[in-house]
C-alpha cells in the first residue's frame, strides 16, 4: 500500500524534483486588459508606443480597487489583439514586441533598509498598490486591499501548501528561493505589526520543511515558524489552513483580518520583498508545465505575458497528435482551455497537458458523497437541480455563493457527474 502511494505520488508531480529553468525572453507579450476581478480598464498606449520593463500600459477597475497594468518586456505596443486568458475565455490583450534589451524605468531602483525601516502601513499600501501585486497562488485578490484593514493584526499565515496534484510552482520556489520569502516576510510583520508569522506547508514535505527551518535560523531577528499542516485537500483553503495551523475557525464570509490574522502566498511573499526593496511590479513569476501530455514536464521562469504555445515548444511539445486536455491551474480548480492559443497571466501558477480520456455521466443514485466532502458543508445535487431549473431563489438558500469552487464534488461523485460546473453557473446566476 506504501509503494502504492508512493507510485501514484510520483505520477501526480512530475516536477517535485525539478530545478527550474527559465524563459524569460519571449519575442512577445501579452498584458490582459481586463480580468476576473476586472470588468472595466483604461489603456494608456497605441500602437507604436515604445515601453520598458514597468511601463504603465493602462489601470484596471474593479470597482471597489483599481489596478495598475505594467510592461514586463521592453519594447513596441503592437496593438490590441483576442486571446485565452487563464479562466479559458477570450479577453482582449495589449501585444507588444520584445527588443530584449530588457530596460527597465527610472521608477525600479532599489531602497535602502534604513528608509524602508521607517515605513509606516500607509507606507507598504502605497506601494503595493502603485506595483499592483495580487495574490500569485490564484486568487489575484489585490494585495493592497488586505493592507488597507484597520484590524490589528497578530498573525500572517504563509500558504505554501499547494495542495492540488501536479502543482510544484511553490515547493520549487520554497526550496530555491527562500530568503526572499524571509525578506517579504519581514515587511509583512513590519506593516502590520504582527506578533508572529507562520509557513504553512505539507506534513509529507520534509525537504521544504528542512531548507525552510534553516533559512528562517539565519533571521533570528525574526518570529517566523514554519508549520506543517495535513496533506489532504483542500488544505490550502484558506479557512482550513487558519483552523489547522491556529486552531481558530473562522466563519464561512467572514474575514481573517476580523481574527487578528492576515494570508499570503509564498509567491506573494515574493512580490512583495521585489516591490518594497526594488519598487518593482511583478515581472516575473515561476509556471509550471507538466502531464502526461507532454514531452518534458518542467518548472519554469517566465515573463508575465509569456504565450503557452511558446512553453510547450520549450518543454519538447505534445507526446503525440492525440486528443490533449488543457487545464490553466489545478486539474481541481483550473479551467479548461479550448486550445494552446493562451497567455500566462500573473496569477498562472501552471497548466496541466494530459492525454484525453471519455468519461460517460451517469444519473445521481443520491449516494451523498458529494455533500459529505464538501468543505463548505453545501448540497451540490440540490444546487445542480436549481441550476437546471432557472431557480435564482433556491441557489440563495442552498447557499450557491459560499461554494469555493475546489471541485471536491465532482471528484468524488460516483456517478461522474461534473458538479462544479453546475455549481459555477449557479453562483453567476446569482451574482
Known amino acids: 500500500m506504501i509503494a502504492k502511494t508512493r507510485e501514484i505520488d510520483d505520477v501526480l508531480n512530475l516536477t517535485k524534483y525539478l530545478p527550474t529553468i527559465k524563459y524569460t525572453k519571449p519575442k512577445r507579450i501579452y498584458i490582459a486588459v481586463t480580468n476576473a476581478r476586472c470588468a472595466k480598464a483604461e489603456v494608456y498606449v497605441k500602437p507604436g508606443d515604445k515601453v520598458k520593463i514597468g511601463t504603465v500600459l493602462g489601470k484596471r477597475d474593479g470597482g471597489y480597487f483599481e489596478q495598475n497594468m505594467h510592461s514586463t518586456v521592453s519594447g513596441t505596443v503592437l ?4 486571446k485565452f486568458h487563464r479562466s479559458g475565455k477570450l479577453h482582449e490583450f495589449i501585444e507588444i514586441e520584445n527588443d530584449f534589451k530588457d530596460e527597465r524605468v527610472d521608477t525600479i531602483y532599489e531602497r535602502s533598509e534604513e528608509e524602508i525601516a521607517q515605513y509606516t502601513r500607509e507606507d507598504f499600501t502605497r506601494i503595493v498598490k502603485e506595483n499592483a501585486l495580487v495574490g500569485l ?10 493592507f488597507q484593514t484597520t484590524d490589528p493584526i497578530d498573525y500572517i499565515l504563509i500558504d505554501g501548501i499547494e495542495c492540488e496534484p501536479y502543482l510544484t510552482t511553490d515547493h520549487r520556489i520554497m526550496l530555491e528561493r527562500p530568503e526572499l520569502i524571509m525578506q517579504g516576510i519581514k515587511y509583512a510583520l513590519q506593516a502590520f505589526g504582527a506578533k508572529k508569522a507562520f509557513i504553512c506547508i505539507k506534513k509529507k514535505y520534509d525537504d521544504v ?6 533559512t528562517a535560523a539565519r533571521f533570528p531577528e525574526l518570529p517566523i515558524e514554519v508549520k506543517r499542516v495535513g496533506n489532504y485537500y483542500p488544505q490550502g483553503y484558506e479557512i482550513e489552513m487558519i483552523r489547522s495551523c491556529l486552531g481558530i475557525k473562522i466563519p464561512y464570509g467572514a474575514r481573517p483580518s476580523n481574527y487578528g490574522i492576515i494570508t499570503l502566498n509564498v509567491s506573494t511573499a515574493v512580490g512583495l520583498y521585489r516591490a518594497v526593496k526594488f519598487n518593482d511590479p511583478v515581472i516575473e513569476r515561476n509556471f509550471t508545465l507538466t502531464g502526461d501530455g507532454i514531452k518534458h514536464p518542467s518548472n519554469i521562469r517566465i515573463r508575465i ?4 504555445s511558446d512553453l510547450i515548444e520549450l518543454c519538447g511539445g505534445y507526446v503525440d497528435d492525440e486528443p490533449k486536455v488543457l487545464i490553466m491551474g489545478g486539474p481541481m480548480m483550473g479551467a479548461n482551455l479550448l486550445r494552446d492559443d493562451a497567455v500566462c497571466t500573473k496569477t498562472c501558477t501552471s497548466c496541466i497537458c494530459l492525454q484525453e480520456k471519455k468519461v460517460e455521466e451517469e444519473n445521481c443514485i443520491r449516494c451523498a458523497s458529494c455533500v459529505y466532502s ?3 458543508g453545501l448540497q451540490p445535487v440540490n444546487i445542480m437541480n436549481a441550476v437546471k431549473a432557472g431557480d435564482k431563489d433556491a441557489l440563495v438558500k442552498l447557499r450557491v455563493k459560499d461554494c469555493i469552487l475546489c471541485g471536491m464534488c465532482t471528484y ?11 455549481l459555477t453557473k449557479g453562483k453567476r446566476l446569482v451574482k
Open 209 to 214: 520543511y528542512d531548507v525552510l527551518t534553516a
Open 412 to 422: 468524488t461523485c460516483t456517478s461522474k457527474i461534473n458538479l462544479a460546473e453546475y
Open 374 to 376: 464538501c468543505p463548505a
Open 79 to 82: 496593438g490590441l489583439v483576442k
Open 137 to 146: 497562488g490564484g486568487s489575484s485578490f489585490p494585495t493592497y486591499v488586505k
Open 305 to 308: 505575458g509569456t504565450p503557452l
